[in-house]
């Protein structure tokens, strides 16, 4: 089993950045692909970004394209995603994901973490 815990949200002025940070317990972190979801009030998760167990292989849906960057660290079982030129429909709470595929959606992703809020302020 595998436990993920999110931090490094806040509240942030448009434009400005943000590290998000997703680490996890368990010593099978190394076998699972990562995934960053978020969700707006009133809306569904919504998949950002996913990592390949090994970092050879990434994923970014258009709305964060150009502007976002996975990464992972094995040794320290935690998983980044840096947000630049953040916009305020970029408020939402930031969750991360462990699953079997890179291609993981939110009804596929094994487990969750508890979720952290990023807002953007105009």
């Known amino acids: 089993q595998v436990q993920l815990v999110e931090s490094g949200g806040g509240l942030v002025q448009a434009g400005g950045s943000l590290r998000l940070s997703c680490t996890a317990s368990?010593?099978?972190?190394?076998?699972?692909?990562i995934g960053w979801f978020r969700q707006a009030p009133g809306k569904g998760r919504e998949l950002q970004a996913t990592?390949?167990?090994?970092?050879?292989?990434?994923y970014y849906a258009d709305s964060v394209k150009g502007r976002s960057t996975i990464s992972r660290d094995n040794a320290k079982n935690t998983v980044y995603l840096q947000m630049n030129s953040l916009k305020p429909e970029d408020t939402a709470v930031y969750y991360c994901?462990?699953?079997?595929?890179?291609?993981?959606?939110?009804?596929?992703?094994?487990?969750w973490g508890q979720g952290t809020q990023v807002t953007v302020s105009s």
């Open positions: 994901a462990a699953g079997l595929k890179t291609t993981m959606s939110a009804d596929s992703a094994i487990y």
């Open positions: 368990g010593r099978t972190f190394s076998s699972y692909a």
């Open positions: 990592i390949s167990r090994s970092s050879g292989s990434t």
